[in-house]
């Protein structure tokens, strides 16, 4: 019996980036519509109640409804899949959702779950406080943590590590290779969050992460439009040496006539399981309209980062020189910390966001923020509109000074997602702000 996943058939081994961006994941045939077609559609037809069957027992790929999959959903997806150089993807309703099915998949009651700490806010609730409650263990470690004490944060539950290649909002440039072989040796995979530097300036899966997730909610959309997520498989992690680690993998599920997802569907199977029971059961899918609309902003993405990270380098350059600015980190700028891991991981750019603080304290980089007019205050990073937003105050107000320390973010921290416009007109905008709070 062989089992093909959906979102395999159209991934292409071999084109660039910036021909992916436009063509990937569909390829019109004689006739057919130029552009991805959006499948509005909750249900597909069948001519006989047996074809349809196959389906349910998953002995044969197609359509039946969208919750679980859908035709522009899955171009979306391949395309993204072929961007970060997997073998299957899946679209999912949001960021958030990505990051707990990517961790949920493989990683049930019992199990445990090794995390850095200076992570997105959402995906540090998520894992700090969430996936507790569903009877997962969690060990944060520092970012600038030694081998030796993420090593000591194993135990013999440990299902996965996770971290993000670009952190949101410090802006730190995660060590992947480094973390994939600490992972690797204890028998578990790495999944790299994406979300900042896109497929476009790194690929975490050339540098030994198993499993990629994005919020395509930021840069990949790009305009602003669209919530999203997305997950990726390398296909390299080989889950049935470790099959006592990842039963639900490599052992039979009986919701599917006692299916083993590893034998039915291969290098397919972690992705098929996330799809046919995790979506089946927690319904998150991506509408099919927002994932056309992702299409759209995939297309012009590599022109998009290419941009913002022009841009953002101009700007950390000018922030870097001001007297006003107390710190800055932007590991594009040579004296940065992180410079030499940016010029591995990410040589030709990172993304548009930069993280800076202001003397004067709480109270001036809120007047500083109030005083901007073209750069918006906005509960939003990655897209094509600039914006700023202070962390304490908003994303992470519900953490404590402390943990917001321990996660690399001082109270100051102003997030700057450099946008798309005329960098001048940006620069403009930022001097009079700070000429105004003074
Ligand atoms: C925004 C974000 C998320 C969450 O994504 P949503 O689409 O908002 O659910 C996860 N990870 C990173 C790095 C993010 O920036």
């Given at each position: 019996m062989e089992i093909k996943l959906l979102s395999f058939i159209q991934i292409i081994m071999g084109r660039k980036i910036d021909t992916i961006c436009v063509q990937g994941g569909y390829a019109p045939k004689n006739g057919e519509s130029r552009q991805m077609p959006l499948i509005q559609s909750t249900t597909f037809k069948y001519e006989s109640s047996d074809a349809m069957g196959k389906l349910f027992d998953l002995e044969a790929s197609g359509y039946f409804y969208t919750r679980l999959q859908n035709p522009?959903?899955?171009?979306?997806?391949?395309?993204?899949?072929?961007?970060?150089?997997?073998?299957?993807?899946?679209?999912?309703?949001?960021?958030?959702?990505?990051?707990?099915?990517?961790?949920?998949?493989?990683?049930?009651?019992?199990?445990?779950?090794?995390?850095?700490?200076?992570?997105?806010?959402?995906?540090?609730?998520?894992?700090?406080?969430?996936?507790?409650?569903?009877?997962?263990?969690?060990?944060?470690?520092?970012?600038?943590?030694?081998?030796?004490?993420?090593?000591?944060?194993?135990?013999?539950?440990?299902?996965?590590?996770?971290?993000?290649?670009?952190?949101?909002?410090?802006?730190?440039?995660?060590?992947?290779?480094r973390y994939a072989k600490i992972a690797h040796a204890h028998g578990v995979p790495l999944i790299v969050d994406n979300t900042f530097p896109t497929p476009v300036f790194c690929r975490p899966i050339e540098f030994g992460a198993d499993i990629v997730t994005h919020s395509t909610t930021k840069y990949m959309d790009g305009h602003g439009v669209g919530v999203g997520g997305a997950i990726v498989d390398s296909g390299n992690f080989d889950w049935d040496k470790y099959a006592d680690k990842f039963p639900g993998l490599c052992s039979p599920d009986p919701s599917y006539h006692g299916l083993t997802y590893t034998k039915a569907f291969g290098k397919g199977a972690y992705i098929t399981k996330a799809t046919a029971q995790l979506m089946r059961d927690f319904g998150s899918i991506?509408?099919?309209?927002?994932?056309?609309?992702?299409?759209?902003?995939?297309?012009?993405?590599?022109?998009?980062?290419?941009?913002?990270?022009?841009?953002?380098?101009?700007?950390?350059?000018?922030?870097?020189?001001?007297?006003?600015?107390?710190?800055?980190?932007?590991?594009?700028?040579?004296?940065?910390?992180?410079?030499?891991?940016?010029?591995?991981?990410?040589?030709?750019?990172?993304?548009?966001?930069?993280?800076?603080?202001?003397?004067?304290?709480?109270?001036?980089?809120?007047?500083?923020?109030?005083?901007?007019?073209?750069?918006?205050?906005?509960?939003?990073?990655a897209d094509c509109h600039s914006c700023v937003l202070h962390p304490a105050s908003h994303t992470h107000r519900q953490l404590t000074d402390e943990q917001l320390i321990e996660g690399g973010i001082s109270p100051n921290l102003i997030r700057l997602s450099v946008g798309i416009e005329d960098v001048d007109d940006l620069i403009e905008d930022i001097k009079q702000a700070l000429a105004k709070a003074k």
């Open positions: 522009t959903n899955d171009n979306v997806a391949a395309r993204i899949a072929e961007l970060e150089g997997g073998v299957a993807g899946m679209l999912t309703s949001s960021g958030q959702a990505a990051n707990f099915f990517a961790i949920f998949n493989i990683c049930e009651a019992g199990g445990h779950v090794i995390a850095f700490n200076n992570i997105y806010g959402g995906t540090f609730n998520l894992i700090g406080t969430t996936l507790p409650k569903l009877g997962i263990e969690v060990t944060f470690v520092g970012e600038d943590a030694t081998d030796e004490e993420i090593n000591a944060a194993f135990k013999p539950n440990t299902k996965l590590v996770f971290g993000e290649t670009i952190s949101n909002p410090g802006v730190r440039i995660f060590d992947i290779e991506q509408s099919p309209q927002n994932a056309f609309y992702l299409n759209l902003g995939l297309q012009s993405l590599h022109v998009r980062m290419k941009q913002h990270h022009e841009n953002a380098l101009k700007i950390a350059k000018y922030l870097k020189s001001l007297d006003q600015v107390e710190w800055i980190n932007y590991s594009e700028l040579e004296s940065d910390p992180d410079h030499a891991l940016q010029q591995k991981y990410c040589p030709n750019g990172t993304c548009g966001v930069i993280a800076f603080g202001l003397k004067g304290g709480r109270d001036f980089s809120i007047k500083f923020m109030d005083s901007l007019k073209l750069i918006g205050i906005a509960t939003h990073v």
